[in-house]
């Protein structure tokens, strides 16, 4: 056969036979040719070179989440992937909204027992109340707040799940904050309630814990505590001045949202919401502060952008915003396509039917039936059956799926119950 090479350059090559390859499900390979049948055993790909590439592959992923129990058990599906960031949170939300819902606080929830901002938000369409900001310490009466059951629903479902007019309620949470070592978040948040005074505390806290183990952060929190104690509330005061030209140098990106929070416009919340750092808030602080503080129109306007892009995007983070709802749906099939695992698709689906979601798509259910096939081709018969078993757990009695017919007349052969007796007969 003659061959041309990207220069031009031509060039003969023989090929003498065609080798037939085959490709097990464990990434074993076998092929033959005239001298014989030569294979390729799953543990000599184990200890090549390539063996990297091949359990990095998505496929073995899979196979070792499902051989460690990935179910629909939620507990055990977040200790299985307790290293895969995004895997954790989705199965964290899950667990979120379940217990919000068993607790009573999720409102309005329509026919999808798990919404995400976006549906919540566009219950109250327009429906917006408004006051002061002078909750609790009340250092920063110049902001205001809103105000509906619509966004208090949609700050739970963003793990805001405290009480603001309950003091308390809220130490406890920033509190939680500080024992997972998120002292700039746990400031900023305690800002956006009015905090000052609280918000220094925290990042003094912080600087004492930080200098034994990271001198540096410890350095940056005391002087951004110290900076954040000359607050005063008067906008033509120096300090503004001068922290608003200086916010952005801050490394962490919480801190500059807290300067943006006190030195901008009362009615510009977008500066906080867009810091021009590296990377921003959370996704959930970034909601539940805008249900916060932007009117009607655009929040929604904001939530409806971001719920866009994480679709198209692919990112389950997004499934915040959309719940499961049709663009929920998207997303999942975005994270699919882009990653190939059907598995936590699959796993989704089922746990949201076994809730009670009476959005019903198609994709549902091939996502399914890939995965149920997967683990048939894994010999994970186990797997396979409690997959089944919990998927069918709330169902009731499946129909028959054999048959017993007449080899005359072709009509089943059923027991019938005569009205009135307890015998069985044949019909």
């Not at 500080?178 to 000052?196: D, K, Q, W």
């Not at 004492?208 to 990271?214: F, K, L, M, T, V």
């Not at 009117?295 to 198209?312: E, T």
């Amino acid at each position: 056969m003659l061959t041309i090479g990207p220069e031009g350059d031509v060039g003969q090559v023989t090929i003498c036979e065609r080798i037939p390859l085959d490709l097990s499900p464990l990434g074993e390979v076998s092929y033959g040719s005239e001298s014989g049948l030569f294979h390729c055993a799953a543990e000599a790909i184990r200890t090549s070179d390539v063996a990297g590439v091949l359990l990095g592959d998505i496929s073995m992923r899979m196979r070792r989440r499902a051989m460690e129990g990935y179910g629909l058990d939620i507990a055990k599906n977040m200790a299985t992937v307790k290293d895969d960031r995004e895997l954790l949170r989705i199965w964290k939300w899950l667990e979120m909204v379940s217990r919000l819902k068993s607790e009573g606080k999720l409102k309005r929830l329509v026919n999808n027992p798990f919404p995400g901002v976006q549906t919540m938000l566009e219950l109250e369409k327009g429906d917006d109340g408004s006051r002061l900001f002078h909750s609790l310490g009340g250092d920063i009466p110049r902001r205001h707040k809103y105000i509906s059951e619509a966004r208090t629903s949609s700050m739970l479902l963003c793990g805001w799940d405290f009480d603001e007019t309950d003091e308390g309620s809220l130490d406890d949470f920033l509190k939680r904050l500080e024992l997972n070592n998120e002292f700039e978040r746990a400031a900023t948040i305690a800002l956006f309630y009015g905090h000052v005074k609280k918000a220094v505390n925290i990042l003094l806290g912080g600087s004492s814990e930080a200098r034994r183990g990271d001198p540096q952060r410890a350095g940056q929190l005391n002087l951004i505590s110290m900076a954040l104690a000359g607050y005063s509330d008067n906008q033509s005061a120096l300090w503004h001045e001068i922290c608003r030209q200086r916010k952005d140098e801050a490394d962490d990106a919480y801190l500059v949202a807290a300067f943006a929070f006190l030195t901008s416009d009362p009615n510009d919340f977008e500066t906080v919401l867009t810091p021009k750092s590296k990377s921003g808030l959370l996704l959930e602080d970034r909601l539940a502060s805008a249900c916060m503080f932007l009117d009607s129109d655009k929040l929604l306007g904001y939530v409806n952008d971001l719920a866009s892009r994480y679709a198209k995007a692919g990112l389950l983070d997004g499934i915040l915003l959309t719940g499961l709802s049709e663009m929920g749906v998207d997303l999942l099939q975005r994270y699919v396509e882009k990653t190939g695992d059907v598995q936590t698709a699959s796993l989704v689906a089922c746990f949201a039917g076994s809730q009670g979601l009476s959005f019903i798509d198609r994709r549902f259910e091939a996502w399914i039936d890939a995965y149920s096939e997967l683990l048939d081709s894994w010999q994970l018969w186990n797997e396979r059956a409690s997959l089944d078993v919990q998927r069918r757990s709330g169902d009731a009695r499946p129909p028959s799926q054999v048959f017993v017919t007449c080899n005359y007349c072709g009509k089943s052969v059923r027991a019938k119950r005569r009205a009135g007796e307890g015998a069985e007969e044949v019909a």
